[in-house]
Structures are given as structure tokens and as C-alpha cells.
């Protein structure tokens, strides 16, 4: 299973905002619910899912701005496909916060005195 992270630009809409574009991605990428998960976060959208699959999403919300009437889109793609064990967007984000747990615990509590 991989993870990316993707963002979608569209190039030359009439206003600074694209949360119109975005909540269309959205909503395309409900439609595959049950072969993908994703997150939509305030700089881009993380789907985890099979390789094959992830391709042919990124190629669908590709589209989303041309669809629109758009002549230019950027899409900025990171993917992150680990083959030696399971790696999902929640186990990555539990990992770490067990780190962040750890060190709490390790941490000594500074006392001063008055």
C-alpha cells in the first residue's frame, strides 16, 4: 500500500481561490470509497491505497479544473510506497506519537525553587 500526497493548482482561475476546485476533488474521491482512504489537509489532499489505483485517481482529479475550462493545471505528486511492511497514513501518525509519548515520560519535571 502507498501514500501520497497530492496537490492539485489550477492555473489561471478568474479569483485567488480554489476551494471550489478542491471540494470537487473531494467529492471524485468518495466515489472510490472502499479502494482508497484519503484526507484532505490545508495544503493538500493524502490518499493511501494500491499503486495502481492511486495513478488513475491522480489522473481523475487531474482533470477536475480542465473540466472547468481551465488550459493549465500543476499537480504536485510525493509518494511514499514502503514493500517491506504495511504502512498506512494512521500507523505512520501512531508511530510518531509514541515517539512523542516516550520522550514525555522521559522527560524529568524541573523544579524551582521560590
Known amino acids: 500500500m502507498a501514500i501520497v500526497d497530492v496537490t492539485v493548482i489550477p492555473i489561471g482561475t478568474e479569483t485567488p481561490s480554489v476551494s471550489k ?7 471524485l474521491l468518495h466515489s472510490y470509497e472502499g479502494k482508497i ?18 495513478f488513475d485517481v491522480i489522473q481523475a482529479i487531474h482533470e477536475v479544473p480542465f473540466k472547468h475550462g481551465l488550459q493549465r493545471v500543476a499537480t504536485n505528486i510525493r509518494i511514499d510506497d514502503r ?3 504495511e504502512s498506512t497514513m494512521a500507523r505512520k501518525v501512531a508511530a510518531v506519537q509514541a515517539h512523542l509519548s516516550q520522550t514525555e515520560t522521559e522527560i524529568e519535571p524541573v523544579h524551582h525553587k521560590e
Do not use: H, N, W
Open 83 to 85: 514493500r517491506d511492511k
Open 21 to 27: 476546485y478542491v471540494a470537487e476533488i473531494q467529492e
Open 37 to 54: 482512504t484519503y484526507q484532505l489537509t490545508p495544503m493538500s489532499t493524502l490518499i493511501e491505497g494500491e499503486l495502481p489505483v492511486l
